[in-house]
RNA sequence: GCAGGCAUGGCGGAAUCGGUAGACGCAGCGGACUUAAAAUCCGUUUUCCGUAAGGAAGUGGGGGUUCGAGUCCCCCUGCCUGCACCA
């Protein structure tokens, strides 16, 4: 026997795959055409495990779908812009661009030795001018569009690296290199305008029905569309107002003070004459930019002493606060503080000793508010304390009240959201420059489209604290394209998410000169079936839609939607290893003895094994997806992936578990090279009186109801129980030991079909297995076998008998056999009647082909 | 803090619509083959009681709906993801 060579295997199909160009692909509209598409990775220097998960699974698909007759494309690329290649140049004096490329030259070549059906032809890096110079045409347009435009906004900023920081670089509240404390800062900035289509993205995701309902509810409550009204009050002893946004209108008798942001015009108004309160809002700027960090932070205000009037009490008026937690870029950067009915503000109003007054009452209000505010508003509520509009429930004294503040000329209703536009300056070298130019004469002016790409200078060094686009000698100096004067060329670049908004329709056409192509973008778009991790769930993705509303408007594409079809796979997790002195150790540095105990491979010492954890390599639990395949193949790896957990769920790559999908493997490829029991002639018929052979019949049964299950597995990305049904027919092909000719032919049927069915999933062992059962044809082109119905029909069902709903015996019966006929069937059972003991029996209840429930 | 999700044997998981909980695999145990090991093959494996037949309990915890709940509803706990400059 020849046991089972998985690296000439997999090298010989890898070779002949590409010698066809079988995964090259053109658009043919006589064809339908499907588009599979797995998030580009960011070239970090190898590939990981998650890598292999993702691309595995996006591979099942698109040979899958290949199979089923769809003309489809597959394509790979890079996300190559980006900080860790600055933060590589920092720390090994290593261009960035040089970095970067080493890294996808390495990355390339290790996806491709996992046999992914790739059509490397339409492969584009993010970097490459060649891509950019297009990314820079769209930012004009977008721009011409009114899509995108400069305003100010807070950074991070690092006053020793004099940098701005990502929220990640920030470490309670310090800069991560530097260690100096970070402070908030305002600069002018590029924004996209996500807002315009926030109505849209958020109505659309209705139809989104091939995207997990999570990421669709995610995404909506990101968006956070919530009808409310703006109100301005008027500031006591000044004609100042203060405009704020509410969502209870209703609860404005109950208002006990306003709070307007630390970053708000009114505070910086104030703090002109009030050191102290100067010297608050300094504090709240050293708070760093991250939400969660805003939330998390200490509730805490400073009365300004200004007092507004209350909009509907003649008189009456409220002081007005700044708090650190009212956020600028929300509503209009202020609030009115309603504290018995909203937590913050009940919160906020005990700590400062605030009246608190309720103003709307229902079924479930506490007598008293104490530290729960009550915030219930539906229709069985009622106001109260709250003059024109006491009677009214909620939902009426919103609408009450926001007419009377329309009457008042006061404000009026509003939807507001959430979602805030995009921001897409970045103070940093390794990113698309965004093409325009700061003149002092005309201000803003855009590049010339004759004059683009701008090219990323060579000639940066990063031994500078800042950005080295504002440093380089000559890059930043240009004439006005306009008049002509000496101007300043934009230094900020684009957020890399930006790259990753247009990357797949680029692939449709990757090295044309415009930025797309109608009749190929229209063609291969909306991506079919999108896959990649569910930390992209919101902003990723929500970018991506938006860009290509942006690209709809501008007249590049038909279709809104980017991605019709979405899948979220889970993250690949490992055991983590700790020594002795506390250090992380690879699993390499690991070995587990017969005692079942762990020790240091080096020294012997003993090991703590901690908590199955994601793979990172901050705690070194890593697995080298390489020194796997060396070791077992690409399709062992491909197959573990696979096999023990859901797609969508987290998994635990353990070696146990690949040395079983090596044994497997191996397994398999016995049933094709050294079958235990004589196999039919390929090509051969069912012999005559065949179908009445018990042994053969019962295992073609088997072999077309797995075809029928694999496919519906497929469909629906529960991969791990096509892998399971895989084991199962394998376990029933060795099972049948008959040897009749019929037995035979069952027998190659089977092997045959599992052969065909494995194929998107170990598609080199497929080929060979093909091969070895004498086939010279390529399963790449075979079309996915189809289940014969006669086959797959059961005859007989079996009923659980259930007596008080507990199991006390199984029927086997006729398949719809009727309701009366089980009954009888049941109630005659010997345990039945046993447990029944000549009770009556009060009631049956029969669902035919499932249960009988005996209730006594 | 806010938003979203997940929880089933020693482990990963299966259970299509509310209808036999534990398919399939891993690990373990027993056996065959072998001088031996590996590989392979056969058997066994939710827990508890029982020699057995059989019985009881059981899907993170608590409550509810139902003839019947892993599945639906309410409350709680733990863990994971995202929070707008990581990608």
Redesign the pocket.
Known sequence: MARYNSKEVEDKWQRRWAADGAFAVQADPSRPKYYVLEMFP?PSGRIHMGHVRNYTLGDVVARYKRARGFNVLHPMGW?AF???AENAAQEKKVHPAAWTYDNIATMRAELKRMGLSLDWDREIATCHPDYYRHQQKLFLDLHKAGLAYRKESA??WDPVDMT?????QVIDGRGWRSGALVEKRL?S?WFFKITHFADDLLQALEGLDRWP??VR??QQ?WIGRSEGARLAFDVVGSDEKIEIFTTRPDTLFGASFLAVSPDHPFAAARAAGDAALAEFIAECKRTG????EL??AEKKGYDTGARVAHPFVDGHTLPVYVANFVLMDYGSGAIFGCPAHDQRDLDFARKYGLPVLPVVTGPNAPAEIGDVAYDEDGPATRIVNSGFLDGLDVPAAKKAAIARIKADGRGEGTVNF???D??V???RYWGCPIPMIHCDHCGVVPVPEDQLPVLLPDDVTFDRPGNPLDHHPTWKHVECPQCGAKARRETDTC???VDSSWYFARYCSPRADTPLVRDEVDYWMSVDQYIGG???????LLYARFFTRALQTCGYLKVAEPFAGLFTQGMVCHETFRGADGRWLTPEEVERRADGSWHELAGGQPVTVGRVE?MSKSKKNVVDPGRIIDQYGADTARWFML????PD????W?E??V??AW??T??LWRLADEPRDPLAEKGSALPEGGADDADALALRRETHKTIAAIS?DLDAF?F??AV?RI??LA?SI?DCRSVTPAAAFARREAIEVATRLIAPMMPHLAEEMWQRLGHDTVLVDMPWPEADPALTREDSV?I?V?V?????A?LEVARDMDAKALEALALADE?VVR?IAGRPVR?V?V?PN??V?V?V
Request: proline share 2%; aromatic share 4%.
């Open positions: 960011y996300d980006g900080l860790p950074v991070n701005v920081l990502a929220n990640e600069l900035q309902e999570r509810l995610m409550n930019t991250a939400e969660a939330a998390t959430r979602l805030r995009w921001g300056s970045r103070q957020d890399t998410f569910i930390e992209h769930a919101i902003l990723h994601k096999s023990d957990s859901p769920r987290d998994m635990e353990t146990a578990g040395q079983g044994r497997f191996q397994r519906r529960t791990n129980k399971a084991h199962e376990n060795e079996t659980a259930q008080g709903g507990k199991l006390r199984t345990a447990v009631k209840v669902v499932r249960i429930n209730v």
